[in-house]
């Protein structure tokens, strides 16, 4: 596949069928996202990857977490947002919710539960990075994450990124045996995106170039 194709077409999956992947795929899928650049190549990123029973185990604790503690969907910072990335917002919510509606659903309690649940996806991927590394290793982290995403729509997976569940990220933790000094900062479902469900037959828009591109000549 065409790498500008990969990027114009791909769009996060949140409905999946119960069809398994192949271990060789995903770990052909890794090969890439290891390809990715990182500063002095110290290569940050750690992936875990869950899927079968224990998949099934993560869902049921992450799901009751959600229930005692009911954390909702959010930007993650302290402050309000500025206007300008409120309406995006507000229009990806606006894009999505029809979808949710057809399918018997509300908006909040779909994401938050499809989040906590992968929304079905039968590969669930958690993202670490040692906590010794400073804040800007997470671009590391994030260039790696991107070839994955691309790397899986070229073999014809879907995947989502979902940054909910790192709310969760001591119960993960605990139920994967994931090490103090790693820090979870991502999740990403991966399997094969359901056709035929309503919430995958839309994407969200993005800007035009004069909206986050400033030249100076």
Not at 149 to 157: E, N, P, Q, Y
Not at 160 to 172: E, F, K, M, N, S
Not at 193 to 211: H, M, V, Y
Request: net charge neutral; glycine share 6%; proline share 7%.
């Amino acid at each position: 596949m065409d790498v500008f194709a990969a990027m114009s077409d791909r769009q996060s999956a949140r409905a999946y069928l119960p069809k398994p992947v192949a271990r060789a795929d995903i770990e052909d899928i890794f090969k890439y996202a290891g390809q990715a650049p990182s500063a002095i190549n110290v290569q940050p990123w750690e992936y875990v990857v869950v899927y079968g029973k224990e998949k099934d185990r993560l869902v049921q604790r992450l799901k009751k977490a959600q229930a005692e503690r009911k954390i909702t969907c959010g930007p993650g910072t302290e402050n309000p947002l500025p206007d300008i990335f409120k309406n995006r917002s507000r229009r990806a919510s606006a894009a999505m919710a029809p979808r949710i509606a057809e399918m018997g659903q509300e908006f909040n309690p779909f994401v938050e539960d499809g989040s906590c649940s992968f929304y079905g996806a039968p590969v669930a991927i958690i993202v670490a990075i040692d906590r010794l590394f400073p804040k800007i290793r997470y671009l590391d982290v994030g260039l790696s994450v991107s070839y994955l995403l691309l790397a899986a729509h070229a073999r014809g997976l879907a995947t989502c990124p979902i940054g909910l569940v790192t709310a969760y990220a001591h119960d993960i933790a605990e139920a994967l045996d994931i090490p103090e000094n790693k820090e979870i900062i991502l999740s990403i479902a991966l399997g094969y995106a359901d056709p035929q469900s309503p919430i995958n037959r839309f994407k969200t828009e993005r800007e035009n170039l004069d909206a986050f591109c400033f030249w100076y000549e």
